[in-house]
């Protein structure tokens, strides 16, 4: 199959994973399907690099104009209006069912709830306080190349817990793509995101690179570690958590050594 093929064979799993992740319309005709959406996930790393190449870009340029704090700021907002805040979302409400000792049915009632509680506010607004309070620490020509590692890993990492656990709802957002992942899903997921971190070799430290990823993997594990023992398994609350946990995480990582 030749690039061409190959391209417009992937396209339509790749517009659905935007369309999943993303509010973005992306002026392409592609016709969707069940078997697209179902094969969507091995590109969520691929969306995550077309989300962190928006966020770095506005940050490269707010950075022209403003303080490092601020130019973050802006990133911020212009990330959670291109995702509609849809992990953040799924964060808070794993806050808020995960945050008390309460059974499994409990748990899960308060996840599916719309409204947002004490943990939820309180989780939230740390993790994004942590997060801008990360990039802005960053040396700014560095900051760019690691939002697009981050958006890119992380949501590998939600890709690592569909293949490797049990989805535990009947219905719900991610029922549709829970099932039927398989090898192939993982080597895209990984191969993208491998891809969007080589460019930090060259605006940082290999260390720092290497710090992310144990960062990354540390937030992934403390998360995951978390609702699988009260849940044994994960919902779409769930991945969204992850995917914070693991971006943040790589940034932590990242911030030990890179900053000025």
Same mark, same amino acid.
């Given at each position: 199959?030749?690039?061409?093929?190959?391209?417009?064979?992937?396209?339509?799993?790749?517009?659905?994973?935007?369309?999943?992740?993303?509010?973005?319309?992306?002026?392409?005709?592609?016709?969707?399907?069940?078997?697209?959406?179902?094969?969507?996930?091995?590109?969520?790393?691929?969306?995550? &690099? =077309? /989300?962190?190449?928006?966020? +770095?870009? *506005?940050?490269? !340029? %707010?950075?022209?104009?403003?303080?490092?704090?601020? $130019? &973050? =700021? /802006?990133?911020?907002?212009? +990330?959670? *209006?291109?995702? !509609? %805040?849809?992990?953040?979302?799924?964060?808070?409400? $794993?806050?808020?069912?995960?945050?008390?000792?309460?059974?499994?049915?409990?748990?899960?009632?308060?996840?599916?709830?719309?409204?947002?509680?004490?943990?939820?506010?309180?989780?939230?607004?740390?993790?994004?306080?942590?997060?801008?309070?990360?990039?802005?620490?960053?040396?700014?020509?560095?900051?760019?190349?690691?939002?697009?590692?981050?958006?890119?890993?992380?949501?590998?990492?939600?890709?690592?817990?569909?293949?490797?656990?049990?989805?535990?709802?009947?219905?719900?957002?991610?029922?549709?793509?829970?099932?039927?992942?398989?090898?192939?899903?993982?080597?895209?997921?990984?191969?993208?995101?491998?891809?969007?971190?080589?460019?930090?070799?060259?605006?940082?430290?290999?260390?720092?690179?290497?710090?992310?990823?144990?960062?990354?993997?540390?937030?992934?594990?403390?998360?995951?570690?978390?609702?699988?023992?009260?849940?044994?398994?994960?919902?779409?609350?769930?991945?969204?958590?992850?995917?914070?946990?693991?971006?943040?995480?790589?940034?932590?990582?990242?911030?030990?050594?890179?900053?000025?």
């Amino acid at each position: 199959m030749d690039l061409k093929a190959c391209v417009r064979a992937e396209l339509p799993a790749f517009m659905s994973a935007v369309q999943f992740l993303t509010r973005l319309r992306l002026p392409v005709d592609v016709e969707f399907s069940p078997e697209a959406q179902a094969a969507s996930p091995r590109w969520y790393a691929g969306a995550g &690099v =077309l /989300i962190g190449l928006i966020t +770095g870009v *506005l940050y490269w !340029g %707010a950075a022209l104009l403003f303080s490092p704090v601020m $130019a &973050v =700021l /802006i990133s911020t907002a212009a +990330g959670l *209006l291109v995702t !509609g %805040a849809l992990h953040e979302d799924g964060f808070a409400d $794993a806050c808020d069912g995960l945050g008390g000792v309460r059974p499994k049915e409990r748990v899960l009632e308060i996840m599916r709830d719309s409204r947002i509680g004490t943990y939820g506010v309180l989780g939230l607004g740390v993790m994004l306080a942590g997060k801008v309070a990360a990039l802005a620490g960053m040396p700014v020509h560095a900051v760019p190349f690691v939002l697009i590692a981050g958006h890119a890993t992380s949501r590998a990492s939600m890709l690592w817990v569909m293949v490797s656990s049990d989805y535990v709802r009947d219905q719900g957002a991610a029922s549709g793509v829970a099932s039927g992942l398989d090898q192939r899903a993982v080597v895209t997921g990984l191969v993208t995101a491998l891809a969007s971190v080589l460019p930090l070799l060259f605006v940082l430290p290999f260390l720092s690179l290497l710090l992310g990823l144990a960062g990354l993997c540390a937030g992934h594990y403390a998360m995951r570690r978390r609702f699988e023992a009260r849940l044994g398994g994960y919902t779409g609350d769930c991945l969204g958590a992850v995917q914070q946990c693991s971006e943040i995480g790589l940034y932590l990582g990242v911030l030990v050594l890179a900053a000025p």
